[in-house]
Each structure stands twice: as structure tokens, then as C-alpha cells.
């Protein structure tokens, strides 16, 4: 297999980089799904955002010794503005908390699949494999990862809905702060890929909410608009348009999967109902956009609706904000991201930070940029000045 840093732009390293990064995981090589993750019924009537339904320690994942684990349930906010439920895990470094509580990261993660077996805290190596967070740790952070509304509990997923996993990173820390009380008040969140988007949805709606705990946002590739990465990749991944296909029809009654999906897609589909990747391939299926996808799939009206609808936010922000790329990221991607980090700086009361990491792509780049985002994260938490280089980025 090709090394990463000598891929170029192509599919095949696109591939390449799914490989090495995690590989996928069936039914069999998840944590079981029990009864932890169900709603209970008087929730509906009785519950709130941030709500703390239920939370145990488990000692099923694989993490450096001393480090504690605790599963959270509990209440957030659709994109519709309907109360649903999340689960999460929170972790907790070895040894006694400083004064005034652990501070929190909030970790985002990346594409897991669309079905509620695929939530990261039912990963023996939790969060996806992505071996970030779990460095946090031994850096004397607490790390708390939502696995998304309906990535676990049983409500549709609204995956690549920058909104409700937004909101769903929010409510995290007040639940987990409610489970655990050695956990601080401040906070700030850290997503990659389909994870930045949700820190972006967190910037968003913290410009409205004025939490004076919260810190900020660190996006890694992937904070634009859905369309781009969806149609740039539907050739080399179509699961992903396959997994959109899925969320427009929980909400569309009216839509029908066959109008942009093949026969060999819907079938597919079908398979990601119950199948899970861990930020990598399925195991179900190495098929060509050409052979799931129906030509201009992201143009019929209610693909378009949804698409359009993620185009549209308000999009003021509160920060600070240190947005990161890979330099070798698909083309049309990174200046997808770009063009919202522009947008940022052109919110004059923002400070945003962005940084093009040479030689790195929409994978390597997470633990290329380690040692940048634990100084910048420090700097929140210490109280000091956040920096800009807007000025260069508009220029």
C-alpha cells in the first residue's frame, strides 16, 4: 500500500488514506448495543436540551491506563427544533483534577455510518479510531464526544446537518458535566471532517447562545457546505450521497430513494442501514459512484432542498476559531473551506486563525497538526489573546 505523503490528488489516494486511517467495522467488531442508549418514555414530556438521562462508567474501551470512561445519555435539539436524545462518552484523565475541574474538550468526529450501531462509544477503540482525542487525555484534558443524535439512540440521523450536531455538541458538555462533577465549566470543541461541520454549527448558534464558558472552535477539513465534498467525492465514495439519500427520506416521506440511487445504490442503501466505517471504507461495498449514482443525483428538488437549505444558515459566528487544511486536500474541498473561513474573517468582531499545512491531506493532517492545536487550545484556556491572520487570508 502507497504511503500517504507520497499520494497525490487522486482517487486512489483518496482510498489510500481511508485505508491507513481506521478500516471499517460490522456488526460483529462493535460493543453492543443495550438498553442504556433507549429513550425513556416520559422524556418526551418531562426532558430538555442538556438533560442527563442516564450515565454509567464503562471500562470496555481501549485506552491508556489510569483513563476513565463514562457513557452519558441525554436531551438535545434537532435541526427542526424538536427535542431528540444523544449518547456520548466522556473521558478523564489519570490522577486528581486541578482547581476548578478538568477543562473539557469537545470532540466532533468524522463519517461513522448512518445507523444507531454505528455510535463511536460502541467502538472498542472509541471515537472512530481516530486516535486524537485520546491524546487530549494524557495532555490533562477531559474529552467529552457525542456520538450524534440518532448514532445511537433511535431517532433519524441527521448526518452532515451542521445545526443539530451543533446542538448536539453543546448539550454534551452540560450533560457531562452533570455526570461528572470533577469536569470544569470552561469548554471549547474540536471536529474533523464531517466533525468540523459541527463545530461550525457550534460557532453558529454560540453567537446566539453567549455561553460565557465556551472558548472557541478548532475545524479540521471539512467546514463548507455539504454539497461540495458530496459531489467531489461521489465517484471514489458514493456511500456518502447514498448515506444523505438515507437522511432526506426520514424527513421527505415523499421522496424516493430510486430517484437518484441504481439498483446496485439502493441496495446499497439498504446495507448501510446496518452496517457501520470507522472514518474509513465499508466493508460492504467497493462500488463506483457511476454505478450507485444517477447522473446530476444532487440537482433533483429534494436533494437540492436539502443542500440548499445547509447553504443558507445565517452564518454570523462566535469564536475564536482556528480553522485547519491540508494542503494536498481535493481541490474544490479545500477551497470550499476557505471560502467559509473567508466568510468568518469578514465578521470583523472574529478572530480566526487559518492555517494550510504543507504535505498533509484531509487524514494525515488531524495528528500532523497535534502540537498546533494543543498550544492554540492552551492559549483559550489560559485567558490569552486569540490570534487573526485574516488579514493575509482576504488579502
Given at each position: ?93 489519570q490522577g486528581e483534577a486541578p482547581k476548578g475541574g478538568w477543562p473539557i474538550i469537545a470532540w466532533a468526529h468524522g463519517t461513522t455510518g448512518i445507523n444507531r450501531r454505528c455510535a463511536s462509544s460502541l467502538m472498542p477503540d472509541t471515537f472512530a479510531n481516530y486516535q486524537v482525542p485520546n491524546t487530549y487525555t494524557e495532555m490533562g ?203 468568518m474573517c469578514q465578521q470583523k468582531d472574529l478572530e480566526v486563525q487559518y492555517e494550510l499545512i504543507p504535505d498533509t491531506n484531509h487524514w494525515t493532517v488531524l495528528n500532523a497538526t497535534l502540537e498546533k492545536q494543543m498550544s492554540w487550545i492552551a492559549d483559550r484556556f489560559s485567558g490569552r489573546a486569540a490570534p487573526s491572520n485574516c ?5
Amino acid at each position: 500500500m502507497m504511503k500517504l505523503f507520497e499520494c497525490q490528488i487522486t482517487a486512489k489516494c483518496f482510498m489510500a488514506g481511508l485505508l491507513l486511517s481506521a478500516g471499517a467495522a460490522n456488526a460483529g467488531e462493535l460493543l453492543p448495543l443495550t438498553d442504556f442508549y433507549d429513550t425513556p418514555e416520559s422524556f418526551a414530556t418531562t426532558g430538555k436540551p442538556g438533560d442527563l438521562i442516564r450515565s454509567e462508567q464503562f471500562d470496555g474501551f481501549k485506552l491508556a491506563q489510569g483513563v476513565k470512561a463514562t457513557r452519558i445519555l441525554y436531551g438535545s435539539t434537532s435541526s427542526q427544533g424538536d427535542l431528540v436524545t444523544s449518547s456520548g462518552v466522556v473521558l478523564v484523565p489519570q490522577g486528581e483534577a486541578p482547581k476548578g475541574g478538568w477543562p473539557i474538550i469537545a470532540w466532533a468526529h468524522g463519517t461513522t455510518g448512518i445507523n444507531r450501531r454505528c455510535a463511536s462509544s460502541l467502538m472498542p477503540d472509541t471515537f472512530a479510531n481516530y486516535q486524537v482525542p485520546n491524546t487530549y487525555t494524557e495532555m490533562g484534558y477531559a474529552v467529552v464526544a457525542t456520538d450524534y443524535a440518532g448514532s445511537g439512540t433511535d431517532y433519524p440521523f441527521e448526518y452532515m446537518d451542521s445545526i443539530s450536531s451543533g446542538w448536539d455538541v453543546i448539550n454534551s458538555v452540560i450533560a457531562a458535566r452533570a455526570a461528572l462533577t470533577e469536569l470544569g465549566e470552561k469548554w471549547l470543541a474540536v471536529g474533523h471532517s464531517a466533525g468540523a461541520r459541527a463545530v461550525r454549527g457550534v460557532a453558529e448558534l454560540e453567537a446566539y447562545i453567549f455561553d460565557p464558558s465556551y472558548l472557541g472552535v478548532v475545524p479540521i477539513s471539512g467546514p463548507g457546505d455539504g454539497r461540495t465534498p458530496m459531489v467531489v467525492l461521489s465517484e471514489t465514495a458514493p456511500w456518502l450521497a447514498i448515506y444523505i439519500a438515507q437522511v432526506v427520506g426520514t424527513h421527505e416521506p415523499a421522496f424516493n430513494p430510486a430517484d437518484i440511487l441504481t439498483e446496485e445504490g439502493q441496495a446499497i442503501l439498504e446495507l448501510a442501514k446496518t452496517e457501520c466505517e470507522v472514518g474509513g471504507i465499508p466493508t460492504y461495498t467497493s462500488m463506483k459512484g457511476t454505478e450507485a449514482l444517477k447522473e446530476n443525483w444532487d440537482l433533483t428538488p429534494f436533494i437540492n432542498q436539502y443542500f440548499s437549505l445547509e447553504e443558507s444558515k445565517q452564518e454570523k459566528y462566535k469564536g475564536p476559531v482556528l480553522a485547519i487544511n491540508g494542503e494536498n486536500e481535493f481541490p474544490l474541498i479545500l477551497v470550499n473551506d476557505q471560502e467559509v473561513t473567508k466568510q468568518m474573517c469578514q465578521q470583523k468582531d472574529l478572530e480566526v486563525q487559518y492555517e494550510l499545512i504543507p504535505d498533509t491531506n484531509h487524514w494525515t493532517v488531524l495528528n500532523a497538526t497535534l502540537e498546533k492545536q494543543m498550544s492554540w487550545i492552551a492559549d483559550r484556556f489560559s485567558g490569552r489573546a486569540a490570534p487573526s491572520n485574516c488579514e493575509t487570508l482576504l488579502n
